[in-house]
């Protein structure tokens, strides 16, 4: 594989760009989660996903989104401590889980859920919540029963069974991400980053990509990120069911790469 020079790298980006469209790699479309915009460019540019080719290339990250769309780019895979207690699989799923969607169709009738895009200004549906503790230096992800919507019938009836599963206080133990933690484990993955932002279509129903735009974002600032934590720029995910845990991500909304940077510079 070619080595480039970060210069020849972002050159061979924009002649990319100037060809208009191309052919996405995925097969089917998936907004939710499936990293195609920079996908695609990485087989364009001939490299391995991740591996960009360029001197100190663990240092830079390659990410993309399309254009005009509300979907999440997900930073880093990062589950819950303490790890020991095996938090989602053992916690969060069987005590506070719900019937799958697909249960008794594409799973079996037994299949639970444990779906949860949650931010820290607002509680969720079923009262999930993020908390930026700055004295305890954690992201705190707590419930409070009394935060759920019980005008839903679906979420009613949840929250009856999470009573008689394991009772409606506090998750014991509380699951939380250390500051000391985070900044290590994202800053290390995302310190410098490349993001493109691309038009989409789609064309007997396979999808296609116009490359618009592309950011050198350099100087992962952790400050910034628990701001943009504060802000519900960055959400946490959980995607887990019974007979897989697709694990944890933390997600950025589109227009708030910079935020996250002490450099910013639009190449295009």
């Not at 790699?25 to 591996?51: C, F, M, P, Q, S």
């Not at 990250?61 to 819950?80: A, C, D, F, N």
């Not at 859920?113 to 954690?138: A, H, P, Q, W």
Request: net charge positive; charged share 25%.
């Amino acid at each position: 594989m070619k080595l480039y020079t970060k210069e020849q790298l972002i050159a061979a980006i924009k002649d990319i760009f100037n060809q208009g469209w191309h052919k996405s790699v995925k097969k089917t479309k998936n907004t939710r989660n499936d990293g195609a915009v920079g996908n695609t460019l990485e087989v364009l540019l001939g490299i391995n996903e991740n591996n960009l080719p360029i001197p100190n290339a663990q240092e830079w990250e390659l990410k993309g989104q399309r254009l005009h769309t509300s979907s999440l780019v997900t930073l880093k895979h990062i589950e819950p401590s303490p790890t020991a207690a095996k938090i989602v699989s053992s916690i969060l799923l069987p005590l506070y889980g719900w019937k799958h969607k697909q249960a008794g169709k594409k799973y079996p009738k037994t299949e639970m859920s444990f779906r949860s895009t949650t931010g820290s200004k607002n509680f969720t549906s079923r009262g999930f919540r993020i908390i930026v503790d700055r004295k305890l230096e954690k992201l705190r992800f707590v419930f409070d029963a009394a935060k759920a919507d019980t005008s839903n019938p679906e979420i009613s009836n949840w929250l009856q069974s999470v009573d008689n599963r394991i009772g409606l206080g506090p998750i014991t133990p509380e699951p939380y991400w250390g500051f000391e933690d985070l900044r290590y484990a994202i800053g290390s993955k995302i310190m410098n980053c490349f993001y493109v932002v691309a038009e989409s279509k789609t064309e007997n129903n396979h999808e296609y990509f116009n490359y618009q735009k592309l950011f050198i974002l350099a100087g992962f600032s952790f400050d910034k990120f628990l701001n943009c934590m504060e802000n519900d720029a960055i959400l946490v995910d959980f995607d887990a069911r019974t007979g897989h845990n697709h694990g944890t991500k933390f997600r950025i909304r589109q227009g708030y790469w910079a935020d996250l940077y002490t450099s910013v510079k639009k190449e295009i």
